[in-house]
């Protein structure tokens, strides 16, 4: 059943008979709805440093407070790129879908719940990174690998519905895909790496994904696609 005046329409029906330009508009509302989540979990990310800056009171040199501080600076830094690097892949995801459903929303909405988890891990990476305790690498390898793979696996549902344009090719659709799914794998297994701290699984994540990424690119056919068709 349709609500008529609404724009809500059921999972089951096809959205074909939706005004086109309301599909427009409503795909605007989810990208610039997600890139606000990502704009303001990039912001959060800075609140444990400024929160720790308590000069009052400490005789020893500014420069070894600050110094002090380099667990949650470098934490952070990471974080960004991290972060930044999922912007780019949904980003570069929904300028190729043309379309969507009920469920496309809900695995976008998904997505943006584990992205506006992440500065906790990141905090917790913070204050814990000098002790000997493995939990908060591996929490935080974790919680980026889960955000990965809800990105992931929003995309392939967006193929699989036929959700994308038209123009993307059976070559270029199987590399956007291999691409993505590489950079899933690679965070999954820097949980292992993570064990033995924050630097290995950080080369994991700044190196080996634009590595994974490199490869499949070498292996698919080459068949660039074009958001803009």
């Known amino acids: 059943m349709t609500l008529s005046g609404s724009r809500l329409w059921p999972v089951t029906h096809s959205i074909d008979h939706v005004p086109e330009g309301s599909i427009d508009q409503g795909l605007e509302r989810l990208v610039f709805f997600s ?6 979990v990039i ?4 609140l444990p440093l400024t929160a720790e800056v308590d000069l009052s009171g400490k005789s020893e040199p500014l420069v070894h407070q600050v110094w002090d501080e380099w667990p949650r600076m470098l934490s952070f830094a990471v974080s960004f790129l991290v972060i930044g690097r999922f912007w780019i892949a949904h980003h570069s995801m929904y300028g190729f879908v043309r379309r969507f459903d009920q469920g496309l929303l809900w695995l976008n909405l998904v997505t943006l719940l584990t992205v506006s988890f992440l500065p906790f891990p990141t905090a917790v990476l913070g204050a814990r990174l000098e002790s000997d305790d493995q939990f908060p690498v591996v929490f935080y390898a974790t919680s980026m690998a889960v955000c990965s793979a ?12 036929g959700l994308v344009t038209a123009s993307l090719t059976g070559p270029a659709r199987a590399l ?54």
């Open 35 to 40: 890139d606000a989540v990502f704009a303001i």
């Open 176 to 229: 956007v895909t291999g691409r993505a799914v590489a950079t899933t794998m690679v965070f999954l297994l820097s949980v292992g790496p993570a064990v033995a701290g924050l630097v290995p699984a950080a080369c994991c994540w700044l190196l080996a994904v634009p590595a994974a990424r490199l490869v499949v690119r070498r292996v698919l056919p080459r068949s660039e696609p074009n958001p803009a068709d």
């Open 43 to 46: 912001t959060l990310l800075v």
């Open 150 to 161: 809800a990105l992931t696996l929003s995309w392939i549902y967006a193929c699989r519905r």
